[in-house]
């Protein structure tokens, strides 16, 4: 564990990443009766170690559409109220988004240790005013986006974020 926590931008190592997803993973593989399911498992798990997070699948159109969250209802309710956006379904440009760029197109995941460069590219311009007490929030905290991989074709991405 010499190189962790790893720089900013750079990719983490895939044994710090599956140590970290192994209890997600395997709530997964138990949870095939439905993509909805297989999502809904890995953020309960998520929720169950104290992080926070969300799957994202990549629509035909590139575009990221959030799909499952794990966030507490009333975070999750303040953010809504703030930016008058509901948090299901909000879409956004990976390739705007460095972090997600990044996982996208290395094919592994990227650690930052602040996620509020990632929180200000994600935040739609129309709304950018509320980022900063959107941040306040959240605290500063780092965070991983790892890209999800299926048949050797990128499908989506999970973040984790949580005081390590």
Avoid at 59 to 66: H, K, S, V
Avoid at 96 to 106: F, G, L, N, P, T
């Amino acid at each position: 564990m010499d190189n962790y926590p790893p720089k900013s931008g750079q990719t983490v190592p895939d044994s710090i990443w599956a140590a970290a997803l192994r209890a997600s993973a395997s709530v997964a593989r138990r949870a095939t009766s439905s993509e909805a399911e297989v999502l809904a498992s890995v953020v309960e798990e998520l929720r169950r170690l104290n992080l926070r997070g969300s799957v994202s699948l990549l629509g035909a159109d590139g575009r990221m559409e959030l799909r499952e969250r794990a966030l507490s209802s009333s975070l999750e309710h303040t953010f809504e109220r703030l930016a008058g956006i509901p948090i299901p379904g909000f879409r956004f440009d990976p390739m705007k988004v460095d972090m997600y760029r990044q996982a996208i197109e290395s094919g592994h995941a990227v650690y930052a240790d602040r996620h509020s460069d990632l929180v200000r590219q994600m935040t739609p311009e129309g709304v950018r005013q509320i980022v900063p007490r959107v941040l306040h929030l959240l605290g500063e905290e780092p965070i991983i986006v790892a890209p999800l991989v299926l048949a050797d074709e990128t499908i989506g991405a999970i973040s984790v974020t949580a005081s390590w």
